[in-house]
């Protein structure tokens, strides 16, 4: 059964510093992982996407790199802002099923 | 639509009562599932349409749920005899089928928030 898991729980930073989530799974036959973003009381934003295939993807000032050998994904934000501070929710999906098994989530905060 | 659209985006019942909550996924995207996310938790996999026709429904936690899609578009999930251990936001995701040059990314609605008294 795969399992994801988020380090760390909760991270508080001060505006304009670097930053890396990290995400780990259990097993590493995945299909795809997925990074969210995800507002208080609000639904999930897909930030981005990266196929097993791949190492990384960037957006922006967010970039994902995939290690899926060691079951490990980075999620590592730049210059972050106040407005970065959400949760962000890492998923994996099997390679042979369709759902997405999602991680507990790191709950990010930037001080201005 | 423009995106996933879920309602109601709250419902308050009392314990035993029968909730619906609708899923209105982005058009042209056949595959559809329904999560559960508790406070602080991540979301929770209940169930994947493929089309009209539940492909895994493994996630459904008892037969007090079900869920219907029937003409492949809009989703109902349905829950009896609703219980205070149901309160949660049950939220609804879309995509095109994963394969070709389709990613599978999965685009999730605003959910909605089950309040069981």
């Known amino acids: 059964k795969q399992e994801v898991t988020q380090i760390p729980a909760a991270l508080s930073v001060p505006e304009g510093e670097n930053l890396v989530l990290n995400c780990s799974f259990t097993?590493?036959?995945?299909?795809?992982l997925q990074w969210f973003r995800q507002d208080p009381g609000k639904g999930l934003t897909s930030l981005l996407l990266?196929?097993?295939?791949?190492r990384e993807q960037t957006s922006g000032r967010l970039n994902a790199s995939l290690d899926k050998s060691s079951g490990r994904s980075t999620l590592y934000i730049a210059a972050s802002q106040p407005g970065d501070s959400a949760t962000y929710l890492c998923a994996v999906r099997g390679e042979y099923g369709n759902k997405l098994v999602f991680g507990a989530g790191t709950i990010l905060r930037v001080k201005s | 639509g423009a995106g996933v659209s879920q309602t109601p985006s709250n419902k308050v019942t009392e314990k035993g009562k029968y909730v619906e909550l609708r899923c209105d996924p982005i058009s042209g995207h056949t595959a559809l599932y329904w999560y559960r996310q508790s406070l602080g938790q991540g979301p929770e996999f209940l169930i994947y349409f493929q089309g009209t026709g539940a492909a895994d429904d493994s996630g459904l936690p008892n037969d007090r749920f079900f869920a219907v899609r029937p003409e492949g578009s809009v989703s109902t999930l349905k829950i009896q005899r609703t219980e205070r251990g149901d309160s949660a936001v049950y939220l609804c995701a879309s995509s095109f089928p994963s394969g070709g040059p389709n990613t599978g990314e999965l685009f999730f609605g605003e959910g909605s928030r089950l309040t069981v008294l």
């Open positions: 097993d590493s036959a995945i299909y795809n």
């Open positions: 990266i196929q097993s295939s791949q």
